[in-house]
């Protein structure tokens, strides 16, 4: 330790890669004390919620899913489900299947992408999936089958991964036939043993994981029937907060930081966390049977506050929504696919939407008028929500590692930022400040 | 171009989805990285180089910082590609060009507006030139595709210049206002399948406008429905907000 004490440190990563958008690390030690450790957040500001304003009930899921392409379904999610709070729109049986059915087809899609593609080249030494393709091409292949089997699902429920078309509030503008429900079936059974190879992977590279804990506040969704992903009724914490969804304030504080164009968000401690291993550490009880034989493989077990972990618990869910989706194929087939119109008496009023996307919770919050129409929005990104926990592991992470070289402090720094899977062009939005005029 | 041709991917305002496209061409995607190599690429890879002979610009540009940006990226560059809405025609995020920007950052950032300085989306051919342009919201795969096959072989690319109606009715959807929907494929630049008619919702513009809609335009359709070209053009404030035409009319 005696070589540390005096340690300098300057770690300054222009545009961190293998993320979703732009972010500089500026970590700078003096003497062994940590003098500045952020995660300033460069990408253009996209002002979103202010171009919700003065637009129509059906416009808004199809403006907002463009905040992100990666997590397309799940703002199309949130924003149907804010509209149909706000009107009072019923939907059917059906509707809740292909919605669920989409939303696990995106989450396998964007966990495999994080995991193969932006995670896993850290853990093999490489700068990206692109060497793989020689050394690895087995894992490269069965990567892109398993992305391939996800944006087809997303294809055939709502015509796009990115971005959805026949998501609307309501309902579905196109109900896919069953034949292709079956052909999305069968799709999956293909693609099962795709998926024990990914655990077995994970398994076999997660002792390379940084042991790195932390205990902070995580924070989940949470539905009665299930393992929240797309709806869920209410929110909790590991630290035994809960509120109902309307009330989504009580828990996910927000406040603006010069460095960052994302605004920052915490409960009772000086940070909370959401995405997977939130979901996990909260509802893991609720996980498929095969998802917790695989969770028990790859040595995750809840409470887990190894940041790092969260990839494994990426893992988990992919398991968790194949077989799910498998279900919810079967109870479609089962019931039959109806052609149904989707049913709109535009109100007035407020709507929260909840949903769980790949990278943890997303929060819509619209009010319209009595045509319709827009006037107050407040959208909270689940990458915006973790900045500042990823700060505060920052400060953690530092110190414990300062007697290594500045490359390996940088790259932990880089696999840490990676680990959240941050998706930084969809965190850059902002508050709920009236707008005046 | 001698060895293999050098690819950089370049983001600014935008959701990344056109650059996901790219990595979505999961049947296309090793033989690409066979026949390109691919030296700047943020979302996917570590590797950063200037050496580049074509890039793929996404995004639209709101800051001073990205101007002088882009202009670097067009002096290095043999080939710049224009890549998908944002960047071809400003896209989503020209909707906030009808508001006072002042307003929309105050809205957003509260007292904090100042500190994240943003202007009026702008198209990437506003500010320097643009060699080639990939339309859509995103962009199709397959035109990605076809574009780089053409590029790799020094071939002309070329965008269809007919609305998105043509192919809706070789589609043979049924058209959307007889549902009692509008819908914008009758001024719509064609070559997207057409993907939002087949699966029941409304075009809404996102390949911009076919060029000289007076003359281009589904004129049929228009008749059939006693619509006028104005009457739909006044719809087209999703995507295409950067387009004088609308604007001035604003
Ligand atoms: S054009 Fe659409 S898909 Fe492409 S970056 Fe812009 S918002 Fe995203
Ligand atoms: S107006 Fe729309 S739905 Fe009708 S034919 Fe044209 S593209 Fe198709
Ligand atoms: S139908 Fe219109 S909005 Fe839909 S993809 Fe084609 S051009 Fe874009």
Redesign the interface.
Known sequence: MATTAKKSVNVNVR?V??????GNIVVNVKNGKLEKCELDIVE????F???L?G?RWD?AS??TS?????C?VGHASASVLATEDAMGIKVSEQTERLRRLNVYGETIQSHV?HVY??AA?DLLGV????PL?QTHPDV?KRA??L??LA?DMCGII??????P??M?PGG???IPTAAEILYIKERILDCVGDVVATVDLVAALAGKLPNFTRETEYEALYCPDEYALYRGTKLITTDGAECSNRDYKKIVKEK?V?HS?SKHVSNKRSSIMVGALARFNNNWKQLHPKALEAAAKLGLKAPCTNTFYNNVAQVVETVHSAYKALEVCDELLAAGLKDETPEVQVKAGRGVGLTEVPRGLLVHDYTYDDRGVITDANLIIPTGQNLANIEDDFRKFVPEVLDRSQEEITLGLEMLVRAYDPCI??SV???D?K??? | MSAKPKLAFFSFASCEGCQLQVINCEDELVALLGAVEIVNFREAIDERRDDYDIAFVEGSITRPEDEHEVKEIRERAKILVAFGACATIGGINAIKNFQPQEKVSQYVYGDQAATFPSYPARPVHDLVKVDLKLHGCPISKSEFLEACKCLLAGKQFTVPNYPVCVTCKLAENVCLYQKGMTCLGVVTRAGCDPMCPTFGNKCIGCRGLIDHPNVNAAFDVLEDLGLTLEEVTKDFTMFDGCHKEITEKK
């Open positions: 545009y890669t293998r993320v979703e958008g732009h253009a500001p996209r002002f919620e202010s171009m304003l637009r416009e199809l403006i463009r905040i992100c392409g990666i397309a992408l593609f932006l080249p700068g990206s999936v692109v393709v490269v892109l089958k992305k391939k944006n709502s015509g796009r991964k990115v971005h078309i026949s609307t579905f503008t196109r603006v010069g164009s062009s969809c939005h902002m508050l400040v707008f005046v005029g």
